[in-house]
Nanobody, 127 residues
């Protein structure tokens, strides 16, 4: 069992930066692929970024490429999402998700593939 707790959300102005963190409990986090998803007002949940268990592999949705950076510190059971040059359209509840990676070091973009989810953290960007 893995429990995930997100933090770092809040109100920010367009063009600003913020760092979201996802802290996990459980010894299997270092062998888990982790993803960030978001759900804006009246919208479906969408993929934002993912990182492989080693951290060597990352993948981003097009709308955040060059602005967001996902990273992890397995010694601290933490995955972070550095958000730079935020835009009003980044406003959403951001969720961290994890699933066991098994033998392969890969990234996962499909929300239905993730077994564990955090409670979410609200990010609001004003123009």
């Amino acid at each position: 069992q893995v429990q995930l707790i997100e933090s770092g959300g809040g109100l920010m102005q367009a063009g600003g930066s913020q760092r979201l963190s996802c802290v996990a409990s459980g010894r299997t986090f270092s062998t888990s692929v982790v993803g960030w998803f978001r759900q804006g007002p009246g919208a479906e949940r969408e993929f934002v970024a993912a990182i492989s268990m080693s951290g060597a592999g990352t993948y981003y949705t097009d709308s955040v490429k060059g602005r967001f950076t996902i990273s992890r510190d397995n010694s601290k059971n933490t995955v972070s999402l550095q958000m730079n040059n935020v835009k009003p359209e980044d406003t959403a509840v951001y969720y961290c998700a994890a699933r066991k990676s098994g033998y392969y070091d890969y990234v996962q973009v499909l929300s239905e593939a993730y077994a564990y989810w955090g409670q979410g953290t609200q990010v609001t960007v004003s123009s």
